[in-house]
């Protein structure tokens, strides 16, 4: 008889195992260890339809809306060649009409997508994960963000890119009405005579020309700010800003050189991030 706690001889009520089959195929199996292993570790053998429908409602709020493929994205897999080890998340502006989008991120994350699989990143990373599975910590992660707001979480992410415009303004037009100001939300705008612009506060959004009524501000092309070593964990710390660069092939020079010198360099269980920001600290 298998001990309280182990899941190997539990067996499945026929109404919890048709129910079982509604699971995306993705995740079934850890849906059915877990809910054997909770179902054991009450001293029960079996389990029931009332057993399994309280998993899928934990389940359904973990998902939290999250894709099939997303999802699979952040359970373990077999450390074996061909294991995913790159998360690239890309901001949806363009397909959900948003307002703020300033960097068509489409171009970027084809440019990066070649990148990563001609210098077989993806496979390089993995052969560095000691063990028998690769977690989601392992992973390096991507974003691309189209405006400032960074839906897509560029600020925890290894490597980033993130639209901006940068603004100038034409003095002779401005009336000082202080619109732009009131509508910065960085505060990078003071009034005297003019609009004065306080570029190492700016993080190149599309407010203040928006409401400009004298079409004092004009706006530059779309650029990408891009940054590197954020993560989360027990010592998070936020991306920080290393470029300011106009074609995706700037960013993939910029990413490719770090990346490079990372897989050479770093220790195999440090994570890019923490190499990162041990080599490029602020203070130094």
């Known amino acids: 008889m298998a001990p309280v706690g182990s899941s190997g001889a539990i067996s499945w009520d026929p109404a919890a195992e048709r129910a079982l089959k509604r699971v995306p195929s993705l995740v079934r199996p850890l849906v059915r260890r877990k809910v054997a292993e909770r179902v054991a570790n009450s001293g029960r053998r079996q389990v029931s339809l009332a057993d399994f429908e309280q998993a899928e409602a934990r389940f359904k709020a973990l998902r939290g809306g999250r894709s099939d493929q997303e999802l699979a994205g952040l359970l373990p897999v077999a450390n074996r060649p061909g294991a995913p080890l790159l998360v690239l998340e890309a901001c949806r502006a363009q397909l959900s009409g948003c307002p703020n989008v300033i960097l068509d991120t489409g171009p970027w994350q084809e440019a990066l997508e070649q990148w990563l699989a001609q210098a077989d990143i993806s496979e390089r990373l993995r052969r560095r994960v000691d063990g028998d599975q690769v977690l989601f910590h392992h992973k390096l992660k991507i974003a691309l963000a189209g405006c400032p707001n960074g839906c897509s979480r560029p600020q925890i992410a290894d490597l980033a890119l993130v639209g901006a415009a940068q603004p100038s303004f034409d003095a002779q037009a401005c009336t000082a009405c202080g619109q732009c100001a009131q509508a910065c939300p960085d505060e990078a705008i003071e009034i005297a005579e003019t609009a004065l612009w306080q570029p190492q506060r700016c993080l190149g959004c599309l407010q203040c020309s ?24 027990r010592h998070p710390q936020l991306a920080r800003e290393v470029a300011l660069v106009a074609q995706p092939a700037q960013a993939v020079e910029l990413f490719s050189r770090a990346v490079e010198q990372y897989l050479t360099e770093a220790p195999a269980e440090e994570r890019f991030a923490a190499w990162w920001q041990r080599n490029h600290r602020e203070d130094s």
């Open 210 to 233: 928006s409401v400009c009524p004298a079409g004092a501000v004009n706006l530059s092309p779309p650029r990408a700010r891009v940054l590197m070593g954020g993560k989360l964990g």
